[in-house]
């Protein structure tokens, strides 16, 4: 999964080291962790509504199975998420 083990300090290293502009879309508890502090972000989008993830049929377990099924597949938004953005060096 994207957010689990090293994924997220890895990400944010990369963004801090790099000193280009970035938009990340990442969970809501990614700012309490210790990592976060890498990054200073100028904004932040949250969206209207919470944005809803899903998984297609072929890539879920029948043991795993939700209510939430639709064409799209198994919705799986286990965390509301928004936009981290920094134009950084465009914009100080």
Do not use: M
């Not at 998984?55 to 939430?68: I, L, M």
């Amino acid at each position: 999964p994207p957010y689990s083990s090293d994924h997220v300090r890895r990400l944010l290293a990369f963004c801090a080291a790099n000193h280009k502009p970035y938009c990340l879309l990442l969970p809501n508890y990614v700012c309490r962790r210790p990592e976060y502090s890498l990054i200073t972000p100028q904004y932040y989008v949250c969206p209207r509504r919470r944005y809803n993830y899903w998984t297609p049929k072929a890539f879920r377990g029948r043991d795993k199975s939700q209510g939430h099924v639709s064409a799209l597949g198994h919705r799986t938004s286990p965390f509301a998420s928004y936009w981290h953005v920094s134009l950084a060096p465009l914009r100080s």
